[in-house]
């Protein structure tokens, strides 16, 4: 049997060469091959759909359902506007010129950077991979995606997919593990795009610095639900619960990580979650069919750590249930952790919710900003001035009011996140933009060339130059005839 070749630094400065190469023979720039590309994987999506869904099951016991609607469906649509928009994108944009530069015209061209990145994750190993390659290709780029080694499955379905159904010579996928994303990090990339946690955030961040290589780092943080006791709360609860626990299990970047409440209104809400998680996952929520498992047994480890600390464990007040062996935790509520334990200090990724009680609702705005920056803030409330309050003093990635997750399905909204939580941003137009450079364009022509600008530098015309750059025609004609 022969021995599979390592892929190491000298393997990957081979492979960014190849890449460079394609890229600047110019075949990626054409509006053809990026559509040829995009219209590929819409058609990958659709004949491969049951593959992605049982792939998606082997890593995470995923719904067939939520993987439609959150990896495949989601994918579908990105793929869908960047076909639609892609023409629209591609064409200059006309910026008006000043008088002091008359005649001339001027223009922000969108060129692609070159060659480029994308290090994926593994809570949604999908589109979290296949997104971002939509961005680098519709902005015209040779593309590197190395899918995260936590979820095989998915990992060996993408590289064998877009061998299939991409340009090799311009889209490569590398899977492996910390080995192989190291000697990726050792080239010189032209944008890397990095999903996962803060800690490796900083080290991508560190790698690209040694290039001065541009990067987008999707990080994630302890985002809250907010809720006021004036809400509809089984509609509130419904959706705190599809932003948790009917995504992946917790295990999504954008999910609810705590909830702030009042301590009055706290044991109405208890009640209330644990009836409409009953509904949703029923009464033994450990054998349902509709909640996704945790990913690997070190994740397990670092959740069931969280949950057995010293003053946490007597914090439960719903579930904390586990099983090694299936690896699934029960949906877990907590109540008033102490702030200096771990759980309050590090994103939980996965079933537990722990509920922070506060005198009153405004009291959430501390709780918050004690913290770093989240990616998402989602505020339940009908009160108008609350919800200004939130948008114009709370700084995170996203904001939701009344809802949790799915302002990340609008193409028109950014999504990335601000300080710990990331920088840089993309999704539809964005993806576009951030893989792209604002090239400055202007255009004059050789004749009609005057001497103002040049020496010698007379007061005369000192003062129709200054008159020029004023952009005041009554001084214009002053200067001119010479008052």
């Known amino acids: 049997m022969e021995e ?12 960014v060469k190849e890449l460079r190469k394609s890229f600047n023979s110019g075949r990626t ?14 058609r990958m999506l659709d004949e491969k759909e049951k593959d992605i869904v049982e792939a998606l099951y082997k890593d995470l016991s995923k719904p067939e359902l939520e993987t439609f609607i959150s990896e495949i469906s989601t994918a579908k649509s990105s793929c869908k506007e960047a076909l639609e928009g892609l023409k629209q994108w591609m064409i200059p944009q006309k910026v008006k010129t000043s008088f002091a530069t008359f005649p001339s015209s001027a223009e ?11 290090i994926s994750t593994w809570n949604f190993p999908f589109l979290l991979s296949i997104d971002p390659v939509i961005g680098a290709i519709s902005a015209g780029n040779a593309v590197v995606l190395k899918p995260s080694e936590i979820a095989p499955a998915t990992s060996s379905l ?73 809400v ?56 349902s069919k509709d909640i996704s498992r945790i990913v690997s047994l070190t994740q397990f480890a670092r959740l069931v750590k969280l949950l ?29 952790i102490p702030e200096d334990t771990q759980i309050m200090n590090e994103e939980i990724f996965g079933p537990l919710m722990p509920i922070v009680t506060v005198e009153k609702i405004e009291g959430s705005f501390d709780v918050i900003e004690s913290r770093p920056k989240p990616l998402a803030v989602y505020v339940f409330t009908n009160d108008e001035q609350l919800k200004k309050s939130f948008v114009e003093n ?25 300080g710990e939580s990331g920088m840089g941003s993309y999704h539809g137009k964005f ?53």
């Open 431 to 483: 993806s576009f933009d951030g893989f792209s450079h604002k090239k400055s364009v202007m255009y004059r022509s050789l004749s009609g060339d005057s001497n103002l600008r040049y020496p010698p530098y007379t007061p005369e015309k000192q003062k129709l130059f200054k008159a020029a750059l004023s952009g005041n025609i009554f001084r214009i004609i002053l200067a001119l005839i010479g008052w």
């Open 4 to 15: 599979k070749k390592t892929f190491d630094s000298e393997s990957a400065g081979l492979l």
């Open 232 to 287: 509809d709360l089984q509609v509130a609860v419904r959706r705190i619960i599809a932003g948790k626990w009917a995504l992946n299990n917790g295990q999504a970047c954008i999910g609810v990580d705590y909830i702030i409440t009042t301590k009055d209104f706290a044991p109405k809400l208890i009640d209330a979650l644990k009836d409409g998680l009953e509904q949703f996952f029923g009464k033994d929520p450990m054998n």
């Open 29 to 42: 720039k054409s509006y053809e091959w990026r559509m040829l590309q995009l219209s590929n994987i819409a």
């Open 308 to 336: 057995e600390e010293d003053r946490v464990s007597d914090k439960i007040v719903l579930g904390g249930q586990t099983d090694e062996k299936q690896l699934k935790i029960a949906p877990t509520i907590l109540l008033d």
């Open 108 to 118: 922000i061209v969108s060129e692609p950077l070159g060659v480029v990145l994308v």
């Open 158 to 230: 993408l590289a064998q997919l877009v061998e299939e159904y991409l340009d090799s010579s311009a889209v490569k996928v590398v899977e492996g593990a910390v080995p192989e994303t190291t000697a990726l990090l050792e080239q010189k990339w032209d944008k890397i795009l990095y999903t996962g946690s803060a800690r490796v955030g900083r080290i991508v961040m560190a790698a690209a610095a040694k290039h001065l290589t541009p990067v987008i780092l999707e990080l994630g943080g302890k985002s809250p639900a907010i809720v006021d006791s004036d």
């Open 394 to 418: 709370i700084s995170s990635g996203g904001m939701l009011i009344n809802d949790t997750v799915l302002h990340v399905a609008v193409a028109g909204l950014p999504f990335g996140g601000v």
